[in-house]
């Protein structure tokens, strides 16, 4: 395949990063180049994943932001103050970090594990008590019931929240994730995925993740950096165009020949990809938004979805449609129709956007979503039960 010289591999330009990567660069003593001349920026408030093989130096990335290890070149900048000159017990106060052994204490309660960092910054038992309470409030762990058991007596799902809580603790700006769901089995990761986006959305910290698994970067990040062997940054950029314009070979290869099937949960349905509906595709009686893509229409059935929707959500209810005709609303009108012609052209559209310079991300509703307009809504998530 070509090489699509459009798409960037140079660090982004961001008036004030939170996290910064000069040049930076790791030689373990045994000669391994886990890291290789990186840079790049992460804005406050991104969620940045890592993704790529194993071995390629996400962890060790990572693990220079916290100064877990040490860069053997270039410069790592957290909120503008070079870490090298930060005192590191001061420096990993003020970033969370979560990973994928969790990492609990097993002789200390709940309570106490979240507690943790405000009992080393010296807060009173009645601020770290409250704040304690928030945390797990806030990862879904019920204070009283939770709170005093320890880590053992927990499900895989509940001590990775306790994890998370921990991290968050201190309030820190940044968060350094590594792994955190993959040991869990998909249906509790399924949902951790879907709260830790909703907690996101509420807290805005700015996240580094690591992960194996595409679908989660594709779910999660704001952007994707994909590395290759030898800690090379291959591609950063938001999930659709990872998946719409791969930098090389290798990014092509890592996202797969199903990377099309991929950007439909990362492509919003937007009003000039509908058709004005045809004579008798009138609507049904009654048929309103049926927020997204709802049950399979039966015989007579309509169902509806919302511009803003993923094309994703749109395919899955077109199929839903003896008809083949979608009805799309908009504001609780009825905006126009898809159908699958229309639902392709839309794909294709919204890949040739990308080639457009100073578009908006096809992650950027054009419309208030409606209740289906989960624009990064890979699998329909579910509600925020406890796992
Ligand atoms: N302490 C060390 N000494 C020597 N080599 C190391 C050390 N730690 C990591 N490496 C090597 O550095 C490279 C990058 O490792 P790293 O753990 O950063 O990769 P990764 O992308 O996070 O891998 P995975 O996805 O398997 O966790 C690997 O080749 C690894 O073997």
Not at 70 to 87: F, H, K, Y
Not at 113 to 137: E, F, H, S, Y
Not at 182 to 189: E, N, Q
Not at 228 to 249: F, K, Y
Request: proline share 8%; net charge negative.
């Amino acid at each position: 395949m070509t090489v699509d010289p459009t798409t960037s591999v140079e660090p982004t330009t961001s008036a004030d990063p939170m996290i910064s990567l000069r040049g930076v660069g790791k030689r373990y003593p045994d000669g391994t180049v886990a890291v290789a001349d990186l840079s790049f920026d992460v804005p406050a408030g991104e969620l940045l994943c890592l993704v790529g093989p194993s071995g390629c130096g996400k962890t060790t990335t990572m693990k220079m932001i916290n100064r877990l290890v040490e860069p053997t070149s270039g410069r790592i900048l957290v909120a503008g103050e070079d870490v090298a000159r930060t005192d590191p017990v001061r420096l990993r106060r003020r970033i969370g970090y979560v990973i994928q052994q969790i990492g609990l204490f097993p002789h200390l309660t709940v309570r106490a594990n979240v507690g943790t960092v405000p009992r080393l910054l010296g807060w009173d038992r009645a601020r770290i008590r409250a704040r304690v309470d928030a945390m797990l409030d806030l990862v879904g762990l019920d204070p009283a019931t939770v709170g005093k058991r320890y880590p053992h007596e927990l499900s895989g799902g509940q001590q990775q929240r306790v994890g998370v809580a921990r991290a968050l603790a201190a309030d820190p700006p940044v968060l350094l994730l590594d792994e955190p769901f993959s040991a869990i089995d998909p249906i509790a990761r399924d949902r951790l995925q879907a709260e830790f986006l909703r907690l996101q959305r509420e807290i805005r910290k700015t996240v580094v993740f690591v992960t194996h698994d595409l679908d989660e970067a594709i779910r999660l990040g704001d952007r994707i950096a994909v590395f290759r062997q030898g800690g090379q940054l291959e591609q950063i950029d938001p999930p659709a165009r990872i998946l719409g314009r791969p930098a090389t070979d290798f990014v092509a290869g890592f996202t797969g020949s199903d990377r099309a099937l991929r950007r439909l949960s990362v492509t919003t349905l937007r009003r000039e990809d509908l058709e004005a509906p045809r004579p008798g595709q009138v609507e049904a009686a009654g048929a309103g938004p049926a927020g997204g893509a709802g049950p399979a229409g039966g015989a007579g059935q309509r169902v509806s979805i919302e511009v803003g929707a993923s094309l994703r959500e749109a395919l899955s209810a077109l199929l839903a449609q003896d008809s083949g005709v979608l009805d799309v609303h908009a504001h609780g009108e009825l905006a126009g129709v898809l159908t699958p012609a229309a639902l392709h052209a839309a794909l294709r559209r919204s890949v040739a956007r990308d080639d457009e310079p100073d578009t908006e991300s096809d992650t950027e509703p054009e419309e208030p979503a409606g209740p289906a307009g989960s624009v990064r809504s890979a699998p329909a998530a579910p509600g925020c039960g406890q796992v």
